[in-house]
């Protein structure tokens, strides 16, 4: 049975339920009200981290062990894989995405939920396995440098021991035991035959690409007393779910050392490890790739020159904020400065820093600021030909404000835009279509979104009239309904930190990507109340909020499903 | 490392503790003779319709019926394949679609894109938007009926590698799906097909199978460790975890006797009763993929790098795989997907038109560009018909007798009931299916007209012809006339 902590629910999800072909809307323990109160309110994280005025106030109690979320066996997504494989073997090849299946995106790669064992992996796995290893041993500097001694002849059963079992470590993430060692040295006997001790080495890493345990991250721990269902993980665990959480790779040797040392055992020891691993440049790529799936800007339709330039753009500000400047998280959405160079600025329609080059430069009075005035968000939600406000508005609401929309009844078109009316093909006639009968209790909820982005076209561009129909102006107003009116994406952008739906949201989505799950119950929505409301009552930093998640003792615990 | 060759009992001596136990197979059985060669089943996919929105009637189905059905330009490649006579389709075939709120059998949601395949695959109904399958696939049933004990009682293949719009497609690049009703995951990459097949025979191209080289011995003991050390494992976990360990066991000691059968059956590898006697070329590297189309200003740019992966040559190889695997008798059923759903593999490269295959039905073709781009898909799979015509049976006949094949389309050209269109590329109506081959005399060589029958009528009429009478889904008829 498990247990549900008793904790308030500080912040509300509007939660939009699709039945009898309209929307409902039923947020959290709260009637049915609409969207009404998705608006500020007493107990939402509506932390601004630093807006003057917001008078500091205690901090929130951290997390506890009995709050310990349910957890599996996670196998490493190809990015992960990849970069384990870099990391292990010194092997930067990657790749693995085009011969492994497809990481289902949720909007993360690494829902383990979803991941099913099937002949193609198991094919794939192996084929990936010889290819890194036939790479290995072709790079005779690289291959001395792995296996760590000189051995004396083809056999040579001191070097090859010494091999398995520090090597094992490395790429189990955890030690071997005595027989599993005996059982990798059996694989010496085929170098014998060979008179090629390589082969044997061939063979053991091969065999440990191919080992559950390399494959997986598989979680036992020992069982809490007083705790039926969740288990203390051990130091070499943990060290595993740090290294995976900040890097989306193994744990280095510092790691290993600190977990052979059993200095992983508290949350406070956790924590302080992981202060340091944020220092990685590791830490800074995995959170811009969490900032890239979630905002959904990791693949840019755009020509290759302006895709980079734009990557290049928000990359720069997600590090500013989160690692530089040590600023609180809102201002990823609030930053008065871009980092762009002519063409890009040119693009924007701002001045730009007089050169080739990215630089720092103001978005002045074009009314942008941030993120989700930059051409990385505003490429989301878009068809071939023009922005789509139903689906910018749907991605709004699902990935940036947490707020899940069931998708529409059966027979329901959504390929295609909505006709144009007689002669009038403006948007906001055709979208008009939606406010009528079963369609209107969601569309309302989205399109008035998606209209507030209008006047920036699918690749970020400022615009007065729609691209197709210059006879048609856009006005550029939206609504967060509940909320308040909007004009563009920097006041999309103020509004949204206002009610304090994006503090809510970015705990939510780190706690799925943490976890590897994105279906939450409610242990889990209890964990990211406790730590949106400790983060909305400190300084909102992006980095704090990550430690307080590891130095929470969820952290450390798992419990069984 | 330089192979080198070993005797089978050196190896088994010196591997020790290492060695492993062969399961006993069909293929294992010394120089079994078949009383008649195997039945052989191929399912193939396409993700285009058939015409183009307002454009009607398309010109892909012959105007001609059975055997002496005259060239279109759709289906030009099976006579310039010189096939005619081995490949023809059945025309006129609708997936019908919930009206009124009654969901027909097989029938689908009037949403198009994700909609389509599920019905003709399974023949099941299709409810969701998610292509997700809720039934086994024609294949599957197939290859649980007729597999036997074949190295690999099913391939399962795509062709396209990525959808060009983000991703690679999801549930959209999936057409079999196993007994359990859950979508299968396709190898795409030809060098992992290879793999899966051919590599543990021991010899290059072309030669006699050799005796059991260092190469293969490594890997039967790696496989065998990896396999221990998850049978190790697995009772140290939690239930859930357990659940989905032992899936992985499942799958690694299927790897195993599949290497095994592979590596020492009669001749090196060759069952008997096959009619090849050599493996195919090594594919080497697998072609880039692609990238994902680019915008640039108002306009989709499509050029020979993105959204292109050389299918082409994906085809082809995946194709000869097939072919191979049929004629050696490592299997005998198939599934290969040779574009995803809602395609947007650019045909620049394939055919010169400014687009990709889906946009082709809307704004940026007509029903010509149409026709040429199914008949891209038709011609991969006459040659398929084509090259497994050339392998001998021992009876005489040839492998494509032994055989039957289907090909069907996302869509076809007609009525739309989401948008009420009366001529749409998003239609369900004046569907093909694409036949092939004539195991248990079906006429896969003839245009038959079908009018208003499911496409999955016909898969379940080649289902018949290979002896599987299993209805598919809620699809129990076969058409008439489509069997001699």
């Given amino acids: 049975m498990r247990l549900i902590p008793a904790v308030s629910r500080p912040w509300s999800f509007v939660f939009l339920v699709l039945a009898g072909g309209s929307c409902t809307g039923v947020i959290g323990d709260t009637p049915a009200t609409g969207l009404a109160s998705a608006a500020p309110g007493p107990g939402r994280p509506s932390g601004t981290g630093g807006t003057p005025g917001v008078a500091p106030v205690p901090t929130a109690a951290a997390p506890t062990v009995d709050m310990t979320p349910p957890a599996g066996m996670r196998r490493l997504s190809a990015a992960e894989y990849d970069a384990t494989v870099r990391d292990l073997l010194g092997d930067p090849a990657g790749g693995s995405n085009l011969v492994l299946p497809d990481d289902s995106r949720t909007p993360f790669d ?58 094992g470590r490395r790429a189990l993430r955890r030690p071997l035991a005595d027989d599993e060692v005996t059982r990798f040295l059996t694989l010496g006997s085929l170098g014998q035959m060979a008179n090629d001790f390589y082969v044997s080495v061939n063979a053991v890493v091969r065999a440990f690409l191919q080992h559950p345990s390399f494959l997986h991250r598989i979680e036992l721990g020992t069982p809490v007393a007083g705790q039926p269902g969740i288990y203390k993980l051990s130091d070499d665990e943990v060290a595993a779910r740090l290294s995976y959480l900040l890097w989306g790779s193994m744990p280095s040797a510092a790691l290993f050392d600190l977990a052979d040392r059993k200095r992983l055992e508290t949350p406070d020891a956790v924590r302080a490890a992981a202060t340091d691993m944020l220092t990685d440049p590791r830490a800074r790529d995995r959170i811009k790739r969490f900032h890239a799936m979630w905002i959904g800007f990791e693949e840019l339709k755009q020509a290759p020159e302006l895709a980079d330039a734009m990557r290049t753009e928000t990359g720069a500000l997600i590090e500013r904020v989160i690692f530089d400047d040590r600023r609180p998280w809102q201002d990823i959405f609030r930053m008065d400065e871009t980092f762009v160079g002519d063409a890009l600025a040119k693009h924007y329609g701002i001045t730009g820093p007089g050169g080739t080059q990215p630089q720092w430069v103001k978005w002045g009075p074009s009314g942008r600021r941030g993120l989700l005035s930059q051409g990385s968000f505003l490429q989301v939600g878009t068809k071939a030909n023009d922005s789509s406000p139903t689906m910018r508005g749907l991605f709004v609401r699902r990935n940036l404000f947490c707020q899940p929309i069931a998708p529409p009844p059966p027979g329901v078109n ?118 949106a409301d400790r983060a909305g009552k400190k300084d909102f930093r992006f980095d704090t909020l990550m430690l307080d998640l590891i130095g929470s003792p969820t952290f450390v615990h798992r419990r069984e499903e | 490392m330089t192979p080198f060759r070993l005797s089978r009992r050196s190896v088994l001596r010196g591997l020790g503790g290492v060695g492993v136990a062969l399961p006993v197979m069909e293929i294992m059985t010394p120089t079994k003779a078949y009383a008649a060669p195997p039945t052989r089943f191929v399912m193939a996919y396409g993700g285009s319709s058939l015409g183009h929105d307002g454009a009607g009637p398309m010109t892909i189905p012959p105007k001609v019926t059975g055997p002496a059905w005259e060239s279109t330009k759709g289906m030009a490649p099976v006579a310039t394949l010189g096939v005619h006579g081995h490949v023809g389709l059945v025309s006129k075939l609708k997936v019908p679609w919930i009206e009124n709120g009654t969901m027909p059998p097989g029938g689908r949601t009037t949403a198009f894109h994700g909609g389509t395949l599920v019905p003709q695959a399974t023949g099941r109904k299709h409810t969701s938007r998610d292509a997700a399958a809720t039934g086994p696939s024609a294949d599957q049933i197939v290859a649980e009926a007729i597999g036997g004990t074949t190295i690999q009682k099913s391939l399962v293949y795509r062709v396209q590698p990525v959808s060009y719009a983000g991703g690679t497609g999801g549930n959209r690049g999936r057409l079999s799906s196993g007994l359990a009703g859950k979508s299968m995951d396709p190898i795409v990459s030809p060098r992992l097909a290879y793999q899966s097949l051919f590599a543990s025979f021991g010899a290059p191209a072309g030669a006699a199978m050799p005796a059991e080289s260092i190469d293969q011995l490594l890997r039967k003991s790696v496989l065998s460790l990896v396999k221990g050390e998850t049978e190790r494992l697995l009772p140290k976990l939690s239930s859930a975890d357990k659940l989905r360990l032992q899936r992985h066991f499942d799958e690694l000691r299927d790897l195993e006797g599949r290497v095994l059968a592979a590596s020492t059956g009669a001749a090196g590898g ?85 687009s990709d295959l889906h946009e082709m039905g809307h704004s940026r073709g007509n029903n010509d560009n149409m026709a040429d781009g199914v008949a891209w898909h038709v011609k991969h799979f006459a040659t398929l018909a084509k090259r497994l015509a050339s392998f001998p049976e021992t009876d005489g006949k040839t492998v494509l007798d032994c055989t039957a094949m289907v090909m069907f389309f996302e869509g076809g050209q007609g009525f739309d009931p989401e948008t009420g269109r009366a001529v749409d590329a998003h239609s369900t109506e004046n569907m093909i299916v694409v036949t092939g081959g004539h195991a248990g005399g079906f006429a896969g060589g003839s245009h038959i007209v079908a009018s208003g029958r499911h496409p999955a009528e016909v898969v379940f009429t080649a289902m018949n012809a290979v002896g599987v009478t299993t209805p598919l889904g809620d699809i129990s008829t076969p058409v008439a006339g489509l069997r001699a």
């Fill in chain 1, 414 to 531: 959504t390929d295609n835009v909505p006709p144009a009316v007689g002669a009038d093909a403006c948007k906001k006639t055709r979208y008009a279509a939606h406010d009528q009968g079963g369609c209107r209790g969601c569309h309302d909820q989205i399109d008035p979104v998606g209209f507030g982005l209008e006047a920036y076209d699918k690749e970020g561009r400022f615009r007065t009239t729609e691209a197709d129909h210059p006879e048609c102006p856009i006005s550029g107003e939206g609504e967060i309904v509940g909320v308040g009116r909007f004009k563009g994406p920097a006041e999309l952008a103020a509004r949204a930190l206002e009610a304090g739906l994006l503090n809510s949201c970015v705990v939510e989505q780190l706690h799925r990507f943490a976890s590897g799950r994105t279906n939450l119950d409610d242990l889990d929505r209890a964990l990211v109340a406790r730590l």
């Fill in chain 2, 270 to 354: 060759i069952p008997p009763g096959a009619s090849c006697t050599s493996r195919p070329a090594d594919p080497a590297a697998d072609p880039p993929v692609g990238a994902n189309h680019s915008i640039s200003g108002d306009q989709l740019t499509f050029t020979a790098t993105a959204g292109y992966s050389n299918e082409e040559m994906r085809a082809a190889v995946l194709n000869e795989f097939i072919a191979m695997a049929f004629a050696c008798n490592l299997s005998r059923v198939a599934s290969i997907m040779y574009t995803l759903t809602q395609c947007f593999m650019s045909m620049v490269p394939l055919i010169g038109v400014q």
């Fill in chain 1, 110 to 167: 690494n829902d383990y939920t979803n991941q099913t064992s099937s002949k193609t992996l198991v094919e794939g796995v192996e084929l990936l396995a010889a290819d890194a290893t036939g790479r290995l041993l072709k790079d005779t500097t690289r291959r001395a440098r792995v296996v760590g001694c000189q051995p004396a002849g083809a056999k040579d059963d001191a070097c090859l021991k010494s091999f398995v079992t520090s090597f």
